[in-house]
């Protein structure tokens, strides 16, 4: 087995997974420490070293709240250490391979974890790539700041490094794509066909680095999970990218709360004074440094580029659990719910309310409920197929029946134990339908990873329920549903007119 290879800076040698076939680096340094100078600095290279690096355990997560306190549903699911130890020297990734010697050329996974880009890391136990490296695959998880370190913007940054201005973060995510560019091969894998992945943010992030121009020719595929988000009621700043300016002045507030004037001045503070700081400023203030036009990285709105053709060639699975971000228009009344939707729809009111699901109502104040990730998806797929019609699009939607005493129904994130085939780490009483879709998901997204096409065969032999691609012309979708992987075709009309809407208005 690969137990011990080189980087470009040195010698690793990593341990055997669970699967003995499996070998197991992590820890990998692939940017100096983002500290001091460093950090609100795009990466710099890594130091080289001496010997051979023991890679055994999870590097420290990045600066961010505490993870594990408190019994909300994500500090039950994954969130369970809160001694996990955390750092500012951070950058470091983990690769899982099954090859046996360096020359295999087996496709590549790079993964983005998600949190709203405030939390997250690789070490999360849904995450283990070795399920996914079973098949063939050898899969990387990298690690990036968060929060206020990894995306405050602030005049004294854009001034001194216009060349990288801000999104540090991302660029920490680029960093480690084009690592393993340049290192992979001597993990047994092939530059030449890497896929990337993430859920929520870390979807974003994929939306973000295929729509990045810096990166054309780097990226075969694309796995975007719960991260195309547009709400067809209202506009979300938070999914609609500030210009540099405005992050900038936001910035410049946040820096003066912490007692200084200057990011001079600030690259000296602790960085766990920042996090307690920044912790008070999003909770005060109500807002959070997350993804910027600076001009750079990021050229325009990510979900516009992705209409218009300005993105990296390359298939994309696409799609979204069915409980998560419900879009609805939030109303005392169904007088005042038409009030609404005549100011947001204008000439398209009357359609709008002429459907029935438009005065359907739950809960209290919720009309209209819809799933704005679903409609954005399908949106951008059925243009993209129709103007651009290069590649492939798949749409894909999570519904199986979600165990527990918390009756959680499809909630945000918890495809991830399906798609990584990880169900046995969760305490959730799984049984034999959730890994027999567990294992239908893992063989989707592995056959895309090597191919572009998610169809092929099952652990049986047979072949999987067909998934074809979602065009302009045929709107089909997969279901992952308590009886398993159900392929169908067609909207309502009532989502085909709030797709169109987004498109219209995005």
Known sequence: MLRVTKTENGMVRGLPAADPRITSFKGIPFAAPPVGENRWRAPQPAADWEGTRDCFEFAPISVQDQPAVGDDIYCREWHVDPDIPMNEDCLYLNIWTPAKKTDEKLPVFIWYFGGGFQWGYTAEMEFDGERIARRGIVVVSVNYRLGALGFLAHPDITKAQPENPANFGHLDQQYGLKWVHRNIANFGGDPDNITISGQSAGGGSTLAQITCDQNKGLIKNAVIMSGIIRNPYMDMPFFKPLTLDEAGKIGDEFIRTLGVTTIEEARKLDAFFIRDKYAEFRSKKGFMFATCLDGVFCTGDTYKRLLNGEHNDVNIIAGNTVDEFPSAIFADSEEAMEEQAKKRFGDDAQKFLSFKEAHEKKGDKMYASVSGIECSVKEAFKHMSKEQGSRNYYYYRFNPDIPGWDNPGSFHSVDL??????????????????????????????????????????????????????????????????????????????????????????
């Open 417 to 506: 134990w399906f798609w990584f085939e990880t169900l046995a780490k969760c305490w959730r009483p799984f049984v034999g339908r959730h890994y027999d879709l567990a294992r239908q998901m893992c063989n989707y997204i592995c056959n895309f990873i090597k191919t572009g096409d998610p169809n092929g065969k099952d652990a049986d032999g047979s072949d999987l329920p067909l998934w074809k691609p979602y065009t302009d012309k045929d709107h089909a979708e997969m279901n992952f549903f308590k009886d398993g992987s159900i392929p169908s075709t067609g909207n309502t009309e009532f989502v085909d007119f709030l797709s169109d809407f987004i498109g219209k208005t995005c």
